[in-house]
């Protein structure tokens, strides 16, 4: 099967992927080698796997390969890829990460929630956000989301992914 | 026995293990150049600081990143003693000398109480542990010791390289060193500068013997919050974890353990697992590092493994001493706390007879249950055996413990083992433990020389952990005829830890009896209050539930059982709790502690109105050498606490970077949140009752109060910051919610429904 990653067409063995059974964070992560999507509970409760299909924030590690055939994916390899996201480097600002591990996530959760929401309020990104940091570092993903969004309004221009509804 | 023979014999004990160890000077921490290994171009100056070709600085990175930053602390105070730009010092992995060794760590583990600071016996216990620690040289990432043993190692090897250039410079440019300046890796004087590669080699054949340490006035980085070296690679996906290794004709393999902590697998039938496509084998692992037996399976990606573990039909045996159940552990702790005994690991005047002319008393049970770690990044190894080689890939605290314990399920020598430490996706202390590091070496075994990447399920990390050891605390203080407090009492009881962790990871320090853990007593024999009969004692029960360290250890539910009864003793005698608290911290040592607790009531607005609805409590403790002072402002939501914010307040010494201290602060906050609400590990039958994260709930974004950070000025060396914040947050939430509600919480988790 050809999968649309990062505005690539890269072609995968349909049975190194179990006839397209295989949840997406595992082709990404151990068929493709693009580790930046991280596995942290395999039932999407922790959105450290989040990735963009067409636009929308989705959990790779419940997503079968097969249902994203034909679609745009996006991954943190491809989110700052010419130059750094309004979030990527508001989190940098912020000094949002600390181990790191589930930032690759939360990036993804929140360049979608900007995308759809241009100036959240923080209700917006409680519910938006609900992916878990075992570090604890919600407080300055809040505060990155909120400098990325002005970044934003101030002309920041944001890349529309292709294929993302418009 | 009485505790101080105790402690001596034990130090006593370990230091025959080394052979004329008496006599011996002690071992510089400096070491020798060769020790980093110089590439083509690179010029070491000792066994810390080498020169590169540009003239960058490369310094010997023994300490692990998990998130606390220290991979950013560290190369600030090579910078600083240098002069350098931050940028201009990069990190290689130290190797395995004895001088890379965490010394701190090792004199923080003494059971002292601080009424003896400076005490003959607490200085001799410190100068011989300190000296057995550089010995041993035991390299390891925890008890939030690193910048406290850099301190003492990293600053001084940077100095002496800075000495060794400006020799090599004076010569070089006719100039005299007290003429020197150092900006940017450039060396002035007379008119003329010379660069750090072009000193380098001169300066390594140098020999200094009048090294200064840069005086805190002059400091143009430490104290200032850089922006962490790490966060780049951390933003854009590229930051290697564990799980992120991608080697050459790697295989992966998923463990399939023993359901049952203890247990082992009987019969199994892995047909239909071995007829999944790209499912190649089973291996049966044993018991390692003091886990629970199983099995793992091997595939050609990591999903394939995992179905194929799932495919297995396994008969699975219990533990030979019966099954393990938690609830019936935790009424064994509360009855071994009320009966008391154990080690007293603290004891000031006579708590029996103020007890017994006392007009009254107040006494109180608590307890806390067993905790998972749940980083984020589930325990992973990869391994290659290849060749007599054996070559690591691992997210650990323990890179030399890890290394011997693959050497010997390689059976091969330490020396040919190399260990590539990765970034760590959480460590919280999980990654003390080298279980997943022998697993992985058991199934390089099996791969015919092809790395392979050993790999946990959440299930398997959650339910197979070392877990944070359930407690049980009697409380029990004497009130005079005036109304105040005359005696405190504390019995708790609960499994040591750190004889544990030695049989597992340490085996050379594990003794055939277990020594006084402090690890487990800790935060409550140590209290800074002047009550003036005080007895503190500790029961080391030994359940069978393999428990390890928790971020903050002992004091994560020490300062619970401690800070929430100290709350009562205010209430008791019609004291407001701050005010209470100010009372009984009289003693100079005690200083400290109130100066961190007047921040933080003063900077929460302590005694302000709040909105209805709301209440504050507040708690205060010391671990890992800092004070940490918390004020929670917390209301009920739907019949459930809602924080809305939490005022922190530190004193850990000098800071390095607050930038990270206000990170660590917030960070615990929230992890000590997660575990005060909802953490709790049930065992039924062996089992392991909470797989997941929908079982075993993390506090989310929405759910977060606001959380500020407030220093106390200090020039007095740094103490610990990765953990300190965790332990006053549960006992300063209880007593909001007593303050709310009226209703003491005495047990953890606060919700249990």
Not at chain 2, 176 to 188: H, N, P, R, T
Not at chain 2, 584 to 600: C, Q
Request: one cysteine or more; glycine letters at 10%; charged letters at 20%.
């Amino acid at each position: 099967m050809d999968l649309q990653i990062n505005e690539k067409t890269l072609p995968v063995n349909d049975a190194a992927t179990m006839d397209g059974t295989m949840p997406l964070l595992w082709v990404l992560r151990d068929v493709l080698n693009m580790t930046g999507t991280k596995f942290g509970c395999g039932v999407a409760a922790c959105g450290a796997c989040t990735v963009r299909v067409d636009g929308q924030a989705v959990r790779s590690c419940v997503t079968p390969v097969s249902a994203v055939v034909g679609k745009q994916v996006q991954t943190i390899e491809g989110l700052g890829a010419a130059k750094l996201h309004a979030v990527q480097q508001a989190w940098i600002e912020e000094q949002v990460p600390q181990c790191g591990y589930c930032q690759s996530g939360m990036l993804m959760a929140a360049a979608s929630l900007l995308e759809a929401n241009p100036a959240p309020t923080d209700a917006q990104i409680d519910e938006a956000m609900s992916n878990i940091c075992r570090c604890g570092t919600y407080q300055r993903v809040r505060a990155g989301i909120h400098r990325a969004a002005k970044a934003l309004a101030a002309g920041e221009a944001v890349k529309p992914l292709q294929g993302a509804p418009a | 026995m009485k505790r101080r023979t105790m402690i001596l014999s034990g130090l006593a004990g370990v230091g025959a293990l080394l052979v004329g160890w008496g006599v011996m000077p002690a071992r510089s921490r400096l070491g020798k150049g060769e020790l980093l290994l110089p590439q083509t171009g690179e010029v070491a100056l000792n066994g810390w600081i080498k020169i590169a070709q540009d003239g960058s600085v490369l310094m010997a990175m023994p300490r692990s990143e998990m998130g606390q930053g220290v991979h950013t602390a560290l190369p600030m105070l090579v910078a600083e003693e240098l002069d350098v730009p931050l940028s201009q010092v990069r990190i290689v992995q130290s190797g395995m000398d004895a001088i890379y060794g965490n010394v701190a760590m090792f004199v923080a583990s003494l059971p002292f109480h601080p009424n003896q600071d400076g005490s003959t016996l607490v200085n001799t216990g410190e100068w011989m542990t300190g000296k057995l620690a550089r010995e041993l040289g035991v390299i390891v990432t925890g008890g939030s010791s690193s910048v406290a043993d850099a301190w003492g190692s990293v600053r001084i090897a940077a100095a002496t390289a800075r000495a060794q250039l400006a020799q090599a410079a004076s010569a070089k440019l006719g100039v005299s060193v007290e003429q020197l300046v150092f900006d940017g890796g450039k060396i002035s004087g007379g008119g003329k500068s010379i660069n750090f590669a072009a000193l380098a080699a001169d300066a390594a054949a140098v020999s200094v013997s009048d090294v200064k340490l840069k005086d805190a006035k002059a400091f143009k980085l430490v104290g200032k919050a850089a922006p962490r070296a790490d966060v780049p690679a951390k933003v854009n996906g590229t930051a290697q974890f564990g799980m992120d290794v991608r080697l050459p004709g790697m295989v992966y393999a998923a463990v399939k353990l023993c359901p049952m902590l203890g247990g082992s697998p009987g019969a199994f039938n892995a047909d239909a697992a071995l007829k999944i496509k790209g499912v190649e084998r089973v291996v049966q692992l044993p018991a390692a590092g003091g886990g629970t037996a199983g099995l793992a399976v091997i595939g050609a990606t990591t999903w394939h493994a995992r179905q194929g573990a799932a495919a297995i039909d396994v008969q699975w045996q219990q533990r030979p001493l019966g099954a393990l159940n938690s609830e019936q552990i935790e009424k064994e702790l509360v009855q071994i706390a009320t009966q008391g005994g154990g080690f007293a690991f603290h004891s000031r005047s006579d708590a029996d007879a103020a007890e017994q002319g006392a007009s009254r008393k107040v006494e109180a049970l608590y307890s806390a249950p067993y905790l998972a770690h749940a980083t984020m990044e589930p325990m992973n190894c990869t391994a290659q055996l290849k060749d007599g080689k054996l070559t690591l890939w691992v997210p650990t605290q323990v890179p030399q413990m890890a290394r011997d314990a693959a050497a010997k399920v390689a059976g091969i020598g330490k020396d040919d083992v190399t260990v590539n430490v990765t970034l760590l996706g959480g460590g919280f202390g999980r990654r003390l433990e080298v279980d997943f590091v022998e697993q992985a070496v058991h199934v390089a075994k099996h791969t015919a020389g092809r790395p392979v990447q050993l790999v946990y399920s959440r299930e398997e990390d959650m339910t197979h952990d070392v877990y944070r050891p359930a407690h049980a605390a009697l409380l029990r203080a004497s009130v005079d005829t005036n109304g105040r407090i005359a005696s405190l009492r504390i019995q708790s009881a609960g499994d040591a830890i750190t004889p544990r962790w030695f049989e597992r990871a340490l085996p050379l320090l594990a003794g055939p009896v277990d020594a006084p853990d402090k690890t487990t007593a800790e935060g409550l024999f140590d209290l800074p209050y002047d009550f003036g009969h005080q007895h503190m004692s500790h029961s080391a029960t030994k359940m069978g539930v393999p428990v390890g360290y928790w971020r903050s250890v002992g004091h994560s539910h020490n300062a619970f059982f401690s800070e929430s009864f100290v709350d009562e003793l205010a209430h008791a005698t019609q004291t407001d709790p701050l005010a209470f608290r100010r009372q009984h911290l009289t003693s100079e040592h005690a200083k400290r502690h109130l100066a961190v607790l007047n921040l933080a009531a003063e900077k929460a607005g302590w005694g302000k109105k709040l909105p209805e609805g709301h209440a504050h409590g507040i708690a205060m403790h010391e671990s890992f050498n800092s004070v940490v002072a918390q004020v929670v402002q917390v209301s009920m939501l739907n019949g459930v606490p809602r924080v809305h914010k939490v005022v922190c307040a530190v004193d850990c010494g000098q800071v390095v970077n607050p930038g990270i201290v206000a990170q660590q602060m917030e960070g615990s906050v929230v992890y000590a949140l997660s575990a005060a609400l909802w953490g709790k590990i049930d065992i039924v039958g062996g089992e392991v009752q909470q797989k997941n994260y929908p079982q075993y709930r993390m506090l989310k974004l929405s759910e977060t109060p606001v959380v500020e950070t407030h220093l106390v000025p200090s020039t007095a060396k740094p103490t610990g910051i990765g953990e300190p914040a965790v332990p006053p947050l549960a006992p300063a939430l209880a007593n909001a919610l007593f303050a709310l509600t009226g209703k003491r919480a005495r047990s953890l988790p606060l919700i249990t429904a």
